[in-house]
């Protein structure tokens, strides 16, 4: 399975944008996919996650009622609506999956198949 991540680029503070991450391969056999993001100054961080069928969902309290994940399963591709976006949030935004549960949604150490992120700038 492979992940590809698209739809960073620049945004204004209070602005929106959403990212992508299309699954190929055996994507069903994937068992969640996780965004994380990453500056210079901090370790990857949590985002949100959401399991295949759509049933199980996380979001991280940092961007909890701005950010929304969702998938579409036709086109093997889960979406980060980010709205309200703050100057905080400018990283690089990757996308992970694995084909088994993850014991810890946060953990970035339990995914093994990442895509190549995107990077997100949000400017005053």
């Known amino acids: 399975v492979q992940l590809q991540a698209s739809g960073g680029g620049l945004a204004q503070t209070g602005g929106s944008l959403r990212l992508s991450c299309e699954a190929s391969?055996?994507?069903?056999?994937?068992?969640?996919i996780t965004w994380f993001r990453q500056t210079p100054e901090k370790d990857r961080e949590f985002v949100a996650a959401?399991?295949?069928?759509?049933?199980?969902?996380s979001v991280a309290d940092s961007v909890k009622g701005r950010f929304a994940i969702s998938r579409d399963t036709a086109k093997n591709t889960v979406y980060l609506q980010m709205n309200n976006l703050k100057s905080e949030d400018t990283a690089v935004y990757y996308c992970?999956?694995?084909?088994?549960?993850?014991?810890?949604?946060?953990?970035?150490?339990?995914?093994?198949?990442w895509g190549q992120g995107t990077q997100v700038t949000v400017s005053s």
């Open positions: 992970a999956g694995d084909l088994s549960r993850p014991t810890r949604w946060s953990n970035p150490d339990e995914y093994g198949v």
């Open positions: 391969g055996r994507s069903s056999n994937m068992y969640a």
């Open positions: 959401i399991n295949w069928s759509g049933a199980v969902t």
